[in-house]
C-alpha cells in the first residue's frame, strides 16, 4: 500500500500518525463515529469538514475519513487529490488561527482511496470558522456531533490553556449552587440566574470560573451548556 502524506502547520510526530492497511482502515471505521471519528462520504461541503476538524482542535483530538459512508462502509473516492486540495483551500481560508493536521491518503481496492485527517488537540485553541459575512463561530466534540461553542465554552477553552490565573470567592451564590447540585444533576446558565438573582455576566462568570477551578464541570447540547459537578 502507498500512503501519501503531508502535515501542515508543524510536524505532528506526537500526534502517532502512520500508515495504516486495509485491514487496519476497516477495524478503525467499525468503531463508528464517536468523540474522536468522523466519517464523510465526499469533500462536497468543506466548510462542513472545517467545522470538525476545528471541534476536534479545541476538544480532544481526532479522525476525519473522506470516502467512508455513516453507515460504516467503504467506497473510497476516486480522485483523493482533488478532494484533498479542497479541504486543504478550505481550512486555509475558513479557519483561525490555522490549526495542525496530518493528511494520508488510504488505497483501497478497485483503485480507489480514502483521505484521513488527524487533527491534534490544539494549543492554539479556540479555533474557530469565518465565513464571509457571518459572524465568526468555534466548535467542540460532544460525542459523535460537533456543537458550535456558547460563550461560556469558548471563555474555557481559552482561559484551561493557562489555570494559573483563576481567582474567585466561594461565597452564598456558590452555596446555593452547590446544593441544587445536590438534588438536581445539571443545571443551565439561565436556571442558575433564575434562582440566583444575578445578572447574566455575573452568573456566566461564576459558572466559568468553577469550571477552570475543576469544581464544575460544562458540557455543550444542542440546547445549550449542562454544567454539573465534576
Given at each position: 500500500?502507498?500512503?501519501?502524506?503531508?502535515?501542515?502547520?508543524?510536524?505532528?510526530?506526537?500526534?502517532?500518525?502512520?500508515?495504516?492497511?486495509?485491514?487496519?482502515?476497516?477495524?478503525?471505521?467499525?468503531?463508528?463515529?464517536?468523540?474522536?471519528?468522523?466519517?464523510?462520504?465526499?469533500a462536497a461541503y468543506p466548510e462542513k469538514i472545517v467545522r470538525e476538524l476545528i471541534a476536534f482542535a479545541n476538544t480532544e483530538g481526532g479522525t476525519l475519513l473522506i470516502g467512508v459512508d455513516d453507515n460504516k462502509t467503504i467506497p473510497g473516492i476516486k480522485h483523493p487529490e482533488e478532494e484533498g486540495h479542497v479541504v486543504r483551500e478550505a481550512l486555509s481560508h475558513f479557519c483561525r488561527p490555522l490549526l495542525a493536521?496530518?493528511?494520508?491518503?488510504?488505497?483501497?481496492?478497485?483503485?480507489?482511496?480514502?483521505?484521513?485527517?488527524?487533527?491534534?488537540?490544539?494549543?492554539?485553541?479556540?479555533?474557530?470558522?469565518?465565513?464571509?459575512?457571518?459572524?465568526?463561530?468555534?466548535?467542540?466534540?460532544?460525542?459523535?456531533?460537533?456543537?458550535?461553542?456558547?460563550?461560556?465554552?469558548?471563555?474555557?477553552?481559552?482561559?484551561?490553556?493557562?489555570?494559573?490565573?483563576?481567582?474567585?470567592?466561594?461565597?452564598?451564590?456558590?452555596?446555593?449552587?452547590?446544593?441544587?447540585?445536590?438534588?438536581?444533576?445539571?443545571?443551565?446558565?439561565?436556571?442558575?440566574?433564575?434562582?440566583?438573582?444575578?445578572?447574566?455576566?455575573?452568573?456566566?462568570?461564576?459558572?466559568?470560573?468553577?469550571?477552570?477551578?475543576?469544581?464544575?464541570?460544562?458540557?455543550?447540547?444542542?440546547?445549550?451548556?449542562?454544567?454539573?459537578?465534576?
Amino acid at each position: 500500500m502507498k500512503t501519501i502524506k503531508r502535515t501542515k502547520t508543524k510536524p505532528l510526530a506526537a500526534a502517532g500518525v502512520e500508515s495504516i492497511n486495509l485491514r487496519e482502515l476497516k477495524k478503525l471505521v467499525a468503531e463508528g463515529e464517536g468523540l474522536q471519528l468522523e466519517f464523510k462520504r465526499k469533500a462536497a461541503y468543506p466548510e462542513k469538514i472545517v467545522r470538525e476538524l476545528i471541534a476536534f482542535a479545541n476538544t480532544e483530538g481526532g479522525t476525519l475519513l473522506i470516502g467512508v459512508d455513516d453507515n460504516k462502509t467503504i467506497p473510497g473516492i476516486k480522485h483523493p487529490e482533488e478532494e484533498g486540495h479542497v479541504v486543504r483551500e478550505a481550512l486555509s481560508h475558513f479557519c483561525r488561527p490555522l490549526l495542525a493536521y496530518n493528511e494520508a491518503c488510504i488505497a483501497i481496492p478497485d483503485n480507489r482511496f480514502v483521505i484521513r485527517f488527524d487533527v491534534p488537540p490544539s494549543s492554539k485553541r479556540p479555533h474557530f470558522l469565518v465565513l464571509r459575512k457571518e459572524p465568526r463561530s468555534t466548535f467542540v466534540r460532544v460525542k459523535d456531533m460537533s456543537i458550535i461553542a456558547s460563550a461560556e465554552m469558548e471563555e474555557v477553552i481559552r482561559r484551561s490553556k493557562k489555570k494559573n490565573d483563576i481567582r474567585f470567592t466561594f461565597g452564598n451564590e456558590e452555596k446555593k449552587l452547590m446544593e441544587y447540585l445536590d438534588k438536581q444533576p445539571v443545571i443551565t446558565l439561565s436556571e442558575y440566574r433564575n434562582f440566583s438573582g444575578l445578572n447574566r455576566f455575573q452568573a456566566s462568570r461564576k459558572l466559568i470560573l468553577l469550571v477552570l477551578a475543576n469544581v464544575l464541570k460544562i458540557v455543550a447540547s444542542e440546547k445549550g451548556d449542562l454544567y454539573s459537578r465534576v
